[in-house]
Antibody, heavy 117, light 111 residues
Framework: EVQLVESGGGLVKPGGSLRLSCAASGFSFSSYSVTWVRQAPGKGLEWVSSISSSGSFIYYADSVKGRFTISRDNAKNSLYLQMNSLRVEDTAVYYC??????????WGQGILVTVSS | QSALTQPPSASGSPGQSVTISCTGTSSDVGGYNYVSWYQQLPGKAPKLMIYDVTKRPSGVPDRFSGSKSGNTASLTVSGLQAEDEADYYCSSYAGSNNYVVFGGGTKLTVL
């Protein structure tokens, strides 16, 4: 059974940093691209960042480029999102998702990140 | 990275069919056959319902179908059931610069 479990969320002040993790199991993690998608309270889904299976190709939404860094550790079956210079508008539930040719076939349960003073 | 355009709401009675549209541009929906649809129940993670415009993952009822014409993709739910009441989001590959873009979401109500 495919499982994706996010951790590392919480409350942080504007300008602060946070690192999200996503532990994957039930599939060959090193063979797939993985992605972060976020959803602000009461709003729609927003693609944040994706990383290819080997980590060679990385993509970011304009809204987070230069502030967020995606990475992965295939030996640990883990995906990460380092979030710096956080803004109030980064407040959202962050989902990690397994990717299959530009669609997301398995999702984690999500983790809440709140940016507030 | 502009979001794809979806109607904010749609509705239908049990047993009826409803179609939700998703309009993009030639740089996303119209340019690639990588349109997906997701169902999100309240408080839950999204679930993939349609991928590659028309394909259904294993376990998704065949009441759900997808199509595309030009820059507009559509999700049709036939034989509406109460359990279909949810938010639905489309997404599309948008090239290596923008990667993936989502629609704003459509709240489907079963009357």
């Amino acid at each position: 059974e495919v499982q994706l479990v996010e951790s590392g969320g919480g409350l942080v002040k504007p300008g602060g940093s946070l690192r999200l993790s996503c532990a994957a199991s039930g599939f060959s993690f090193s063979s797939y691209s993985v992605t972060w998608v976020r959803q602000a309270p009461g709003k729609g889904l927003e693609w944040v960042s994706s990383i290819s299976s080997s980590g060679s190709f990385i993509y970011y939404a304009d809204s987070v480029k230069g502030r967020f860094t995606i990475s992965r550790d295939n030996a640990k079956n883990s995906l990460y999102l380092q979030m710096n210079s956080l803004r109030v508008e980064d407040t959202a539930v962050y989902y990690c998702a397994k990717e299959s040719a530009y669609d997301f076939d398995y999702w984690g349960q999500g983790i809440l990140v709140t940016v507030s003073s | 990275q502009s979001a794809l355009t979806q109607p904010p709401s749609a509705s239908g009675s049990p047993g009826q069919s409803v179609t939700i549209s998703c309009t993009g541009t030639s740089s996303d929906v119209g340019g690639y056959n990588y349109v997906s649809w997701y169902q999100q129940l309240p408080g839950k993670a999204p679930k993939l319902m349609i991928y590659d415009v028309t394909k259904r993952p294993s376990g998704v009822p065949d009441r759900f179908s997808g199509s595309k014409s030009g820059n507009t993709a559509s999700l049709t739910v036939s034989g509406l059931q109460a359990e279909d009441e949810a938010d639905y989001y489309c997404s599309s590959y948008a090239g290596s610069n923008n990667y993936v873009v989502f629609g704003g979401g459509t709240k489907l109500t079963v009357l």
